[in-house]
């Protein structure tokens, strides 16, 4: 049965029926529709809209569905959308009674508390994949904190970094998208059950013991604005968005890390794939996977924005559009964020391959510099005195840490001995003392921190 069949003459095409539909994919509020339809049946009883034995038989009712559904004895199937589904249910095994749930309420605020009370849940689940991985990448940094490997700007070697810091580079990101998605629930955690179809009911309804029973942290202020808010749904996009972009970054270094032009990780076995006609093959395709995957994430969150966009108050069905995105959203990032912990946890180093490269490129340049404006060189003295030094080993092919004090000596007068020990690609590394540099002691007080941090959701 229709839940809005008492105007009509004539039955909806059967067409027009497939295109409204909502319940092939909304169905997986379901749990959601089935605990606010309670809290809702509660309240009218306690609140003497209807009465107790009315409301106990709604409630018993709905939790039998919610039990069958669970148990996989019930299809969700053959209605309009998921509320219609759970009502008319309701109905044909409690009869007359059921079709008292309705009061008060509205499919409009109706579905917009089912998803926030759902978006919770996607908000939370997040929160606890990210933070699988930056455990993993802890552990990553602090067993790897012992390696040296090159560090990049503009994709050229740059200057010796400790391995260690490269991944607390990435748990740094990933904490900040646990931060983003962890206020986000509390911003999204306010209650439009009340706001009925938009301009709110005439009933004495008790917002407040709605709110509570749904763990909710507030209700909302206004009911044109609740029932047609995806604010929202939006930002849990974005939040995606970005720790999608963050992965994806992971995922780009490791393909090129991994690649044999760099050759300074092995991607474990388990996580690789082969050639069809190559034999020799050895292709990275999860990290392309996950990076190919951002795109799709991004693409969701205009699609919403676009939505939002020109919609006058209050609520309209293009708002039946907020669903399909968020669970291919919700359903691709705790994939790609499953699969790349899994990964992390198992990739391989070439110790010996990133520590040479490390050294290569004349990456320990600034340490010369540096040495000298240590010892009173005005820096940009000191840059151009390296720089000729730089020139020097090109033509000669030589490097800065093969030289002898002579050598630097043609540069500056400034050298002494103590240079030689000064510009090895591991005295680079450890010389970055500052807070957060790449000195071992830094990554192991950055690791503390990091921990410290992840402890506080
Ligand atoms: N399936 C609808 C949605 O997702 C439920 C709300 C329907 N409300 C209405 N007035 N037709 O938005």
Same mark, same amino acid.
């Given at each position: 049965?229709?839940?809005?069949?008492? /105007?009509?003459?004539?039955?909806?095409?059967? &067409?027009?029926?497939?295109?409204?539909?909502?319940?092939?994919f909304d169905k997986k509020l379901w749990r959601a529709d089935i605990t606010a339809s309670v809290a809702h049946a509660t309240m009218l009883g306690k609140c003497g809209i209807i009465t107790n034995e009315e409301s106990d038989a709604i409630c018993a009712g709905l939790k039998a569905i919610c039990?069958?559904?669970?148990?996989?004895?019930?299809?969700?199937?053959?209605?309009? &959308?998921?509320?219609?589904?759970?009502? %008319?249910e309701l109905v044909s095994r409690i009869g007359q009674t059921g079709k008292k749930l309705h009061t008060a309420r509205s499919r409009n605020d109706q579905v917009a508390t089912d998803f926030r009370l759902y978006a919770r849940g996607a908000a939370d689940r997040a929160v606890d994949a990210l933070k699988a991985l930056v455990t993993v990448l802890l552990a990553r940094a602090k067993e790897t904190s012992k390696y040296i490997m090159p560090g990049f700007t503009h994709l050229r070697k740059a200057q010796p970094? %400790?391995?260690?810091?490269?991944? %607390?580079?990435?748990?740094?990101?990933?904490? /900040?998208?646990?931060?983003?998605?962890?206020?986000?629930?509390? /911003?999204? %955690?306010?209650?439009?059950?009340?706001s009925?179809?938009?301009?709110?009911?005439?009933?004495?309804?008790?917002?407040?013991? =709605?709110?509570?029973?749904?763990?909710? &942290?507030?209700?909302?202020q206004n009911s044109l604005d609740a029932v047609s808010d995806r604010d929202f749904v939006a930002e849990y996009l974005f939040c995606a968005s970005l720790a999608m972009a963050h992965l994806s970054r992971l995922c780009e270094d490791t393909i090129l890390y991994t690649s044999d032009e760099f050759g300074y990780w092995v991607i474990p076995d388990a996580y690789s794939t082969g050639s069809s006609i190559m034999p020799q093959k050895k292709n990275p395709d999860i990290p392309e996977l996950v990076r190919g995957k951002t795109g799709r994430v991004y693409g969701h969150l205009m699609g919403i924005l676009t939505t939002i966009k020109g919609l006058p108050l209050a609520y309209n069905k293009d708002l039946q559009e907020d669903k399909e995105p968020f669970f291919d959203a919700e359903t691709t990032l705790e994939n790609c964020l499953a699969i790349y912990t899994a990964l992390v946890k198992e990739l391989a180093f070439n110790v010996n391959a990133m520590f040479e490269a490390a050294g290569e490129g004349h990456s320990t340049a600034t340490d010369v510099a540096d040495y000298l404006a240590k010892r009173g060189v005005p820096f940009r003295d000191a840059h151009a005195a390296t720089g000729r030094?730089?020139?020097?080993?090109?033509?000669?092919?030589?490097?800065?840490?093969?030289?002898?004090?002579?050598?630097?000596?043609?540069?500056?007068?400034?050298?002494?001995?103590?240079?030689?020990?000064?510009? =090895?690609?591991?005295?680079?590394?450890?010389?970055? =003392?500052?807070?957060?540099?790449?000195?071992?002691?830094?990554?192991?007080?950055?690791?503390?921190?990091l921990r410290k941090r992840l402890r506080q959701y």
């Amino acid at each position: 049965m229709k839940l809005w069949e008492g /105007r009509f003459d004539a039955p909806t095409a059967a &067409d027009a029926d497939a295109f409204n539909e909502s319940l092939s994919f909304d169905k997986k509020l379901w749990r959601a529709d089935i605990t606010a339809s309670v809290a809702h049946a509660t309240m009218l009883g306690k609140c003497g809209i209807i009465t107790n034995e009315e409301s106990d038989a709604i409630c018993a009712g709905l939790k039998a569905i919610c039990a069958d559904i669970e148990a996989g004895t019930l299809a969700v199937e053959g209605q309009e &959308d998921i509320h219609s589904f759970v009502e %008319n249910e309701l109905v044909s095994r409690i009869g007359q009674t059921g079709k008292k749930l309705h009061t008060a309420r509205s499919r409009n605020d109706q579905v917009a508390t089912d998803f926030r009370l759902y978006a919770r849940g996607a908000a939370d689940r997040a929160v606890d994949a990210l933070k699988a991985l930056v455990t993993v990448l802890l552990a990553r940094a602090k067993e790897t904190s012992k390696y040296i490997m090159p560090g990049f700007t503009h994709l050229r070697k740059a200057q010796p970094i %400790n391995c260690g810091q490269y991944f %607390n580079a990435y748990s740094e990101m990933f904490l /900040r998208d646990i931060d983003r998605f962890h206020s986000l629930r509390a /911003r999204m %955690n306010v209650m439009p059950l009340g706001s009925a179809a938009l301009a709110g009911t005439s009933y004495p309804i008790d917002r407040e013991m =709605t709110r509570a029973l749904l763990g909710f &942290d507030s209700v909302s202020q206004n009911s044109l604005d609740a029932v047609s808010d995806r604010d929202f749904v939006a930002e849990y996009l974005f939040c995606a968005s970005l720790a999608m972009a963050h992965l994806s970054r992971l995922c780009e270094d490791t393909i090129l890390y991994t690649s044999d032009e760099f050759g300074y990780w092995v991607i474990p076995d388990a996580y690789s794939t082969g050639s069809s006609i190559m034999p020799q093959k050895k292709n990275p395709d999860i990290p392309e996977l996950v990076r190919g995957k951002t795109g799709r994430v991004y693409g969701h969150l205009m699609g919403i924005l676009t939505t939002i966009k020109g919609l006058p108050l209050a609520y309209n069905k293009d708002l039946q559009e907020d669903k399909e995105p968020f669970f291919d959203a919700e359903t691709t990032l705790e994939n790609c964020l499953a699969i790349y912990t899994a990964l992390v946890k198992e990739l391989a180093f070439n110790v010996n391959a990133m520590f040479e490269a490390a050294g290569e490129g004349h990456s320990t340049a600034t340490d010369v510099a540096d040495y000298l404006a240590k010892r009173g060189v005005p820096f940009r003295d000191a840059h151009a005195a390296t720089g000729r030094l730089v020139r020097y080993c090109i033509e000669h092919n030589k490097t800065l840490p093969s030289l002898t004090l002579e050598e630097f000596r043609l540069a500056s007068p400034v050298f002494e001995e103590d240079i030689l020990s000064a510009v =090895t690609t591991r005295a680079s590394a450890e010389g970055r =003392t500052s807070v957060g540099g790449s000195a071992r002691q830094a990554v192991m007080d950055g690791i503390v921190s990091l921990r410290k941090r992840l402890r506080q959701y």
